[in-house]
């Protein structure tokens, strides 16, 4: 059973950091797309960060909702099967429940869109004080 497990969310004033990590478990995802995503207060579930396989070697390409860009970081380390977002500079406008996700086949989409991912974690929350 595939099972993805967020951690590291917490209460943070505002210019401050964290880094959230998703642990992921059944299988390894070394070649699929991983995804953050947040969904804040009345609002819908939005895209942050993803980082897809460029189907050779080890390459990955990485991207970035524009509000996080030069603040957020997201990588992963596959001998750990593990995914993370570094978060800095933090802004209250950033709080949210923050969600990974992990697709099941490759795909060279950007992994921008919820529907190219098959698997969610339970989310972790961020709130940042101003």
């Known amino acids: 059973q595939v099972q993805l497990v967020e951690s590291g969310g917490g209460l943070v004033q505002a210019g401050g950091s964290l880094r959230l990590s998703c642990a992921a478990s059944?299988?390894?995802?070394?070649?699929?797309?991983m995804g953050w995503f947040r969904q804040a207060p009345g609002k819908e579930r939005e895209f942050v960060a993803s980082?897809?396989?460029?189907?050779?070697?080890?390459?990955?390409?990485?991207r970035y909702t524009d509000s996080v860009k030069g603040r957020f970081t997201i990588s992963r380390d596959n001998a750990k099967n593990t995914m993370y977002l570094q978060m800095n500079n933090l802004r209250p406008e950033d709080t949210a429940v923050y969600y990974c996700?992990?697709?099941?086949?490759?795909?060279?989409?950007?992994?921008?869109?919820?529907?190219?991912?098959?698997?969610w974690g339970q989310g972790t929350q961020v709130t940042v004080s101003s």
């Open positions: 996700a992990a697709a099941a086949t490759y795909s060279a989409n950007p992994g921008r869109s919820r529907n190219e991912y098959d698997y």
């Open positions: 059944g299988r390894t995802f070394s070649r699929y797309a």
């Open positions: 980082i897809v396989w460029r189907g050779i070697m080890t390459y990955y390409t990485t």
